[in-house]
């Protein structure tokens, strides 16, 4: 069985980052033998002064294939994580959702309500009325409980296979300031390199590296976004800088 797990508003400004919080539940899905998780993503929402945040405002979600029966004690643990280390202050909320049990169509109006959040300033009823309706869990383990809008919309972003940068950076083996495309592909959980405008990249083509490596889910798959910048007069293949990464 395939879910989508996402959290949000667990940190306040001293605290642990949600994406570490994320980080425990995936690490106790998979110790416990409940089931295999994918990569977190990171996924921005509305900035806005209706909106209350710590610095960011984004959420965090992973995708996990679980074992038979196992789902009841996904639930429960992840709540047992958010209610544990959350920080003081925080307003966790808690998204779970299983897309085998809905149709293609109401998948679209998960999307919707994700897009949305990047857009306008929603309410709890607004996520609440929504999870009802399509029997998602949705629920809320601290404080004011807001951060359920963001887990709902995180889940919807995911959806979309187009929204996020993957939390923490890609390592390479070699210690080289530039590498083939061949080399970042077997050496990482990166499936793609090419420019934001939609070139793929060959495997023998070079990259050179800056300080970090990170990757967007774009296409449902993990991209390393790259650009073409002169150097002596010569076309040299970069990794793009935070300002682009940023849009995702």
């Known amino acids: 069985m395939k879910i989508y797990l996402c959290i ?25 033998g409940f089931g295999k998780c994918g990569n977190i993503t990171r ?21 996990a294939e679980l074992a038979d029966g196992c789902l009841e004690s996904v639930i429960e643990g992840a709540i047992h994580v958010l209610e544990t280390e959350s920080a003081e202050g925080s307003d966790p909320g808690l998204c779970i959702f299983v897309p085998e049990r809905i149709s293609q169509l109401q998948h679209q109006e998960i999307i919707d309500f994700g897009l949305k959040a990047k857009r306008e300033v929603l309410s709890k009823n607004d996520a609440y009325q929504l999870a009802e309706r399509l029997s998602i869990h949705l629920s809320e383990h601290g404080g004011t ?3 359920v809008i963001g887990a709902l919309a995180g889940v919807g972003l995911k959806l979309t296979g187009n929204d996020g940068r993957f939390k923490g950076q890609h390592k390479l083996k070699s210690a080289q300031k530039s590498v083939t495309v061949k080399e970042i592909l077997e050496q990482t959980s990166i499936d793609i390199v090419r420019t934001e405008a939609g070139l793929i990249l060959e495997d023998e083509e070079q990259i050179t590296l800056g300080e970090k490596l990170k990757s ?10 790259v ?3 002169e150097v002596d007069e010569k076309k040299v293949w970069q990794p793009c800088a935070g300002g682009t ?3 995702y």
């Open 8 to 32: 949000d508003d667990t940190d306040n400004i001293d605290s642990k980052g949600t994406g570490s919080i994320a980080a425990e539940i995936a690490e106790f899905i998979e110790e416990n």
């Open 245 to 247: 990464l940023k849009k």
């Open 216 to 225: 967007v889910y774009l296409n449902h798959h993990s991209a390393l976004l």
């Open 43 to 63: 996924h921005q929402l509305l900035i806005h002064p209706d909106v209350p945040y710590t610095s960011h405002n984004s959420s965090m979600c992973f995708t």
């Open 145 to 147: 409980g807001q951060g």
């Open 227 to 229: 650009e073409a910048v």
